[in-house]
């Protein structure tokens, strides 16, 4: 039965089993040490007793010997003894009764001696007193009384008794736990093993009841894969999972065997039609033809006889026996059959083949020399063509005919049809032919006779000259007919020829047709085949020149950062050097491989909207430095009509406008550059049908007052690798491929590039495009897209091939947000959100508190809009398109000029911790209520309206206190310190923090209450909180500290540094304003990133220079780097250190790809998590997709970006 059960079930029930044994293990454990514990404390207590009472004897001893010293000397300091120890006589009294609580007899002794101790400190004060009234003398007498010995020593029996009873309770107690220990050691020794053989039995049992069957299955697959189609899997009658595998194993080989019969099936019906067609092609005989065909399908399809009968129609429509094979004619059957006569008849009646089974044993026999039998099935066959029975086949077997054979013999029988139609043609115009010639002779004949005859009269002339008129006329009238004998002649020869020609030219056309069908189809694989062959080199030469350049510049960029201080000026210059050049060659690898794409036919784009005054902004934020150091005017002007968005590529049109206006600004020395948006209505060529058709033409015009382009030059530069003058790239540099690669990507956008120049008068670039452009539908990426609504397809930004565009009408929904009209001193909050509507609600409700807005759909303009306008804060979602949210707030931290900028988070996901760890003032989980906004909103604006931040710090140590002041003090914050958790909390129930810094160790309350308190009180839920701690943290500490606090920091050598770093942070304050040591504290710090160091990465790439490269980067922020050439050595090296954090995964490698590799590592359950980077040099498209597809987590292409590359293996190694 419990084969039946659900694997899960069987695993789940297992782990019940044995999850119960170690809970009651645990319990027992548990109780044994809690008795431990308790005994524990009793010994503990019995020794408190006994140091009270050794303390209270030892104060009884003080004041006797202060009182002798007094008694002897008279002097007062004597006393001091005396003084010291009397006050501590009750206070030992009352210890001892409250730790004998439980013990009457210890607490009746107390009762005892507490009066007794009374009588003797009475005494003692009563000779001080009669010493310093009465002197030495009256002071001894008193001392030589015996009623002091007998008090003091009554007061060591009954301290006697009482230590004699603790130690007693001591020694028992300590048996105790004697005994306590052994139950607990051997609880312990047989718990474990009783547990450990449990689940080692568990283990084997559901290794044999799921390992073992598995491995049968996988076992057959194999042999499956290998061809092997005989393979079964035993089902052993198992209603799980693994018996529902096994079954639907064998139904799978079932189809494959059934499928593999009907393809052989498929294959020899085929292959038998065109041996037919081939066989009879040329054959012009009926007789010949019949013959073949029985001599070839009786064998084919198992026919032992058949007769073959062809229709004649002259007089009336009978068959006639033509043909046979194995017949042997009998006296009473005939070999002619009208229609509907016979079984023959019958079936040309019908046109229906006719097929007889079981026939009976007098009906027909088979014979040979051996002896003859009745044949069991007989078939009857139509030959048709056109829907006439031209001729009919009957086929008798000794067996039943297969379904194969009966297709195999309903198809061949219209190529029967054709053929014989064909040669039927043929023999009816060889006898026309024989009937023109045979009536050609007859004329010919009667021509002679006709020369006789004349020959005759003439000689009769003279005779029958009276009649030589009649005659004449004869003569004439003879040659009258005979001339229309000869015409009729002429007539039939022109017929028959002509006749002759056409059968010619049909057979000389159907050879032209199948050789220029046969021409188109190599041609068609030769230009697949070459279509691929490039795709693959581009592919290939991407990466092969990527891979050295990657290298290249990661370490070019290493030099140049000078991180060591070990580098000259010089030196430091000439890697600024390299790595420049090395980008400029990166420029130009890509420019070959665009037009490569290009005249392949497979570059594409990508349609998204743009919103116009965004892009120029960002273009003149790119060309404005170029222009102010070459001393140029630089102008965008944008028409007051202007549509607010345009739908096309956003990159492609940045990539043209980028090379027009960097033409612009190499070829002018002196003057202006002009960038015009304007609405076009005429200036393309007349015969662009793509903007003759759009409702609205957009004209990007750029103009400059440069060197001009002479008229017979204007054509060429925008041919590849050309340029106006030979001497033009010498002088400015540059491959002239360019205005090649703009040219041909305006017209995969729907446009053209119009020019205007004259030498030494400047030139004039005007590109027009569409207001929208999409894609022609039925390429290879949107053939499946039909008429989808244009909507969609720019919504769903479709990826669209290289092909003619169409244009459609706009319909813009814009944001227009306050870029356009900040002053100095404006509050600035920059809104980083996809979701349009919602933008343009936070867009609203931050202009109500006062704020100016910008706005950004995507991570990577978010982040270039805070480095420019460094707003006073960030609203943040997360799910981005491109760059993630969490990627954007790691870049904002870890960038100097902006991680001082407040930033909040707003997004579906749940990550409330991880983004205040990352230093986020708050987190709201979408959906979020207007209240909700509002309030946010609020906390932003008191934020940054609130110069000086508020820290508080608790510590119990003053020395720790004052210090951690002085380290993080400033102008800018105030700081308030604490020693106790009461302190804290009643501060922060008075004041509002910004921060905290907290020591674990508190002498009212230990840190982790202190912070659970905290996250109960109002306004402490948000409160950032630095655990800054001597002690070591336990891992299950640590844990809990992640989740509940912000930051954990452990006093060390590097520790004060850390902390400055961390409360600069969560206070968002300005690195630059902080005094120049702490800035020096902080750079030092950031060389080294904690969330980094000590993670180990593996490298998987098959060059070197790359792992060189990449471990430089790595081992400078303190990661462990391992590394392998293949993916097969990735693999192995995962396996053998499987506490790697992360895996940098190059795509193209020998052996195994990393595509492969990743789908390998995905399969093992322990890595499926593991985040993998895929790495390539690739960067063709779709490789993002295959890389996500594979199992990767996320993409970077070569040559690498180091601060991106940081960024994504801190997102990625994030806890």
């Known amino acids: 039965m419990f084969n039946n059960l659900k694997l899960s079930t069987k695993i789940g029930t297992s782990f019940i089993l044995g999850l119960s044994i170690i809970t009651a293990l645990g319990i027992i454990s548990y109780r044994t040490t809690n008795n431990l514990i308790a005994n524990s404390r009793w010994q503990a207590h019995t020794y408190e007793v006994l140091n009270e009472l050794d303390n209270l004897t030892s104060d009884l001893q003080e004041i006797e010997i202060g009182q002798r010293g007094y008694i002897v000397t008279g002097e007062q300091f004597s006393l001091e003894p005396y003084n010291q120890a009397l006050p501590n006589i009750k206070n030992r009294l009352e210890n001892l009764r409250k730790l004998t609580l439980d013990n ?38 008193l001392v030589l009384t015996d009623e002091g010995r007998k008090l003091m020593n009554e007061i060591r029996r009954i301290t006697t008794e009482m230590e004699t009873n603790e130690v007693n309770l001591l020694t028992l107690r300590s048996q105790q736990s004697q005994v306590a220990t052994e139950q607990a050691i051997n609880t312990i020794i047989y718990g474990v093993s009783i547990a450990f053989l449990f689940l080692t039995l568990i283990g084997i049992y559901l290794s044999k009841n799921i390992s073992q069957p598995l491995r049968e299955i996988s076992e057959a697959t194999e042999k499956l894969a290998k061809g092997n189609l005989s393979v079964n899997v035993s089902e052993r009658n198992r209603r799980d999972e693994i018996g529902m595998l096994a079954r639907t194993f064998n139904e799978l080989i079932a189809n494959l065997r059934e499928t593999t019969v009907r393809n052989d099936e498929q294959s020899w019906l085929k292959s038998n039609l065109a041996h037919f067609s ?189 009649s030589e008129e009649v005659l004449k006329q004869q003569q004439q009238e003879l040659q009258q007919s005979n001339e229309e004998l000869q015409q009729l002649n002429a007539e039939l020869e022109e017929k028959a020829e002509l006749l002759s020609l056409q059968n010619k030219e049909v057979e000389l056309k ?71 050049a090395g980008n400029d060659l990166l420029t130009l690898i890509n420019d070959i491989l665009d037009l490569a794409k290009i005249e392949s036919g497979t570059m594409s784009v990508d349609i998204n909207k743009i919103i116009l005054q965004e892009f120029c902004e960002n273009l003149e934020r790119i060309f404005q430095q170029v222009a102010y150091e070459k001393g140029l005017a630089f102008k965008i002007e944008l028409a007051p009509n202007l549509p607010t968005y345009i739908y096309t590529d956003t990159k492609r049109l940045q ?33 662009n049908e793509t ?95 039909g008429g989808r609504e244009v909507g969609e397809m720019i919504s769903n930004s479709q990826t669209l091939p290289f092909s003619p565009t169409q244009t459609l009408p706009f319909s813009p929904t814009q944001i227009l947000d306050d870029r356009g009209n900040l002053q100095q001193g404006d509050r600035l909050l920059l809104i980083v959100e996809d979701d349009t509507k919602f933008a ?97 909103l609020t906390k932003i604006k008191g934020f940054v309206e609130r110069r000086v931040k508020n820290l508080l710090v608790v510590e119990d140590d003053a020395t720790q206190r004052l210090s951690i002041i002085e380290l993080i003090g400033n102008n800018d914050v105030a700081t308030t310190a604490v020693g106790t958790g009461k302190q804290a909390l009643e501060a922060i129930n008075h004041q509002q923090f910004d921060c905290m810094v907290l020591d674990l160790g508190l002498p009212d309350m230990n840190g982790f209450e202190l912070i659970e308190q905290i996250k109960q009180l109002p306004h402490g839920e948000t409160l950032p909180i630095i655990v800054y701690t001597a002690r070591e943290l336990t891992r299950v500490e640590d844990t809990r500290l992640q989740r509940i606090a912000e930051t954990v920091i452990v006093k060390d050598v590097r520790s004060p540094e850390r902390l400055l770093n961390e409360t600069a942070l969560f206070l968002h304050r300005v690195q630059a304003n902080l005094p120049a040591p702490k800035r020096q504290m902080l750079e030092q710090l950031h060389s080294c990133d904690p969330t980094l160091a000590g993670k180990k990465v593996l490298i998987v790439d098959d060059d070197v220079r790359n792992i060189f490269a990449l471990t430089s980067i790595l081992e400078r922020y ?11 050595d990735g693999i192995d090296v995962l396996h053998s250190t499987p506490d790697i954090n992360l895996i940098l995964m190059d795509v193209m490698m ?21 985040p993998i980077i895929a790495l390539t040099a690739k960067a063709m498209q779709g490789d993002r997709e295959k890389c996500i597809e594979a199992g990767a987590s996320d993409y970077i292409t070569k040559p690498v970006d180091n601060d991106q590359l940081l960024s994504l293996l801190r997102v990625w190694l994030y806890r």
């Open 104 to 141: 009457p007899n210890q607490q009746q002794r107390i009762s005892n001696l507490e009066p007794i101790i009374y009588q003797r400190l009475d005494l003692i004060k009563q000779r001080i007193s009669v010493r310093q009234s009465q002197g030495f003398a009256a002071a001894r007498q």
């Open 278 to 466: 081939q066989l009879l092609q040329n054959q012009r005989s009926l007789e010949t033809v019949a013959s073949l065909i029985l001599s070839e399908i009786a064998p084919l399809v198992g026919a032992q006889q058949g007769t073959f009968y062809i229709m004649d129609v002259d007089e009336q429509p009978i068959l006639k026996l033509l043909g046979s094979y194995a017949y042997q004619e009998r006296k009473h059957l005939s070999n002619r059959f009208r229609l509907g006569e016979g079984l023959v008849g019958q079936c040309a009646l019908e046109k229906q083949k006719i097929l007889l089974t079981d026939v009976p044993s007098d009906y027909i026999k088979i014979s040979s020399g051996l002896g003859e039998a009745t044949p069991l099935n007989i078939i009857v066959l139509p030959v048709m063509f056109e829907n006439q029975v031209i001729a009919v086949i009957e086929l008798a077997s000794f067996q039943r005919f297969k379904e194969i054979h009966l297709t195999f013999l309903e198809q061949v029988t219209d190529t029967f049809g054709a053929i014989l139609s064909a040669i039927a043609s043929d023999i009816r115009t060889q006898k026309l032919l024989e009937q023109s010639q045979e009536l050609t002779q007859q004329l010919q004949v009667q021509q002679e006779e006709l020369k006789q005859s004349n020959e005759l009269l003439a000689q009769q002339a003279q005779e029958l000259q009276a």
């Open 510 to 580: 159907n050879q032209q047709v199948e050789q220029a069908r046969k021409s188109l189809q190599e041609k068609a694989e030769q230009l697949e085949l070459s279509s691929k062959y490039k795709s693959e080199f581009l592919a290939n030469m991407s990466h092969e020149l990527r891979t050295p350049l990657n290298s290249l510049l990661i370490l070019a960029r290493l030099l140049s950062d000078n991180h060591d201080k070990n580098l000259t000026d010089k030196q430091v210059e000439y890697s600024r050097t390299i790595f420049a």
């Open 655 to 687: 990539q043209v406008l980028k090379n027009l206006l960097s033409n612009a600004f190499k070829f002018t020395e002196r003057g202006e550059v002009r960038l015009r948006v304007e609405v076009a209505t005429s200036g393309w060529s007349a015969n």
């Open 691 to 785: 903007l003759h058709r759009a409702p609205t033409v957009i004209s990007f015009t750029v103009s400059d007052t440069g060197i001009g382009i002479a008229v017979e030059k204007q054509k060429i530069i925008f041919e590849a690798f050309q340029q106006a003058d030979g001497s033009t790239s010498r002088k400015y540099g540059g491959t002239g491929l360019g205005l090649s690669i703009s040219r041909e990507i305006t017209r995969l956008l729907g446009g053209e590039i119009q020019l205007v120049s004259q030498v030494g008068s400047g030139s004039t670039f005007t590109l027009y495009l569409p207001l929208q452009t999409v894609g022609e539908q039925g390429g290879r990426e949107v053939g499946e897209q």
């Open 840 to 936: 343009n609600i936070l867009l609203d409700m931050v202009r109500q508190q006062g704020f100016k807005g910008i706005v950004a759909h995507d991570g990577s303009t978010g982040l270039a809009l805070a480095q420019e306008f460094q707003p006073s804060a960030i609203l943040l979602d997360i799910h981005l398109p491109g760059m993630n949210g969490w990627m954007v707030l790691d870049r904002l931290k870890h960038d100097l000029s902006t991680r001082h900028i407040p930033v909040h988070i707003m997004s579906v996901e749940e990550g409330r911790q991880r983004g205040l760890q990352q230093g986020a003032i708050a987190y709201l989980q979408k959906p979020v209520s207007s209240e909700a906004l509002h309030q946010a």
């Open 1118 to 1128: 303190q990661i462990q780097v391992m590394y392998a050439e293949n993916g097969k």
């Open 1150 to 1170: 020998p052996e195994m790809d990393g595509y492969e590799t990743t789908r390998r590592i995905r399969q093992t359950p322990q890595f499926k998590s593991l």
